[in-house]
Nanobody, 115 residues
Framework: QVQLVESGGGLVQPGGSLGLSCLASGSIFSLNFMGWYRQAPGKQRGLVASMTVGRTTNYADSVKGRFTISRDAAKNTVYLQMNSLKPEDTAVYYC?????????WGQGTQVTVSS
């Protein structure tokens, strides 16, 4: 079993920055895909950013140039650095990984962008 623990959410003013982290722990033999999704009230959950084991990245158009995904393979941790935050970035952010051939979701962390 794999557990995901997210941290780093909170309240930030428009134009500010926040960093999220997600630690994957447990019996991990392969970690092929790591990513961040978000869900705002009344909207579907959607991809924010992702990274494959080969470090190929993918970003939602709405966050390109503002958000950066990275990972520390030795620590089984994925990060999301969010800059120039906008009110429309407000959502619950979920970590998602494919580990040992199975899909896992984190518990979610709230990010609120408001003045």
């Amino acid at each position: 079993q794999v557990q995901l623990v997210e941290s780093g959410g909170g309240l930030v003013q428009p134009g500010g920055s926040l960093g999220l982290s997600c630690l994957a722990s447990g019996s991990i033999f392969s970690l092929n895909f790591m990513g961040w999704y978000r869900q705002a009230p009344g909207k579907q959950r959607g991809l924010v950013a992702s990274m494959t084991v080969g470090r190929t990245t993918n970003y939602a158009d709405s966050v390109k140039g503002r958000f950066t995904i990275s990972r520390d393979a030795a620590k089984n941790t994925v990060y999301l650095q969010m800059n120039s935050l906008k009110p429309e970035d407000t959502a619950v952010y979920y970590c998602y990984v494919v580990a040992n051939g199975n899909n896992y979701w984190g518990q979610g962390t709230q990010v609120t962008v408001s003045s």
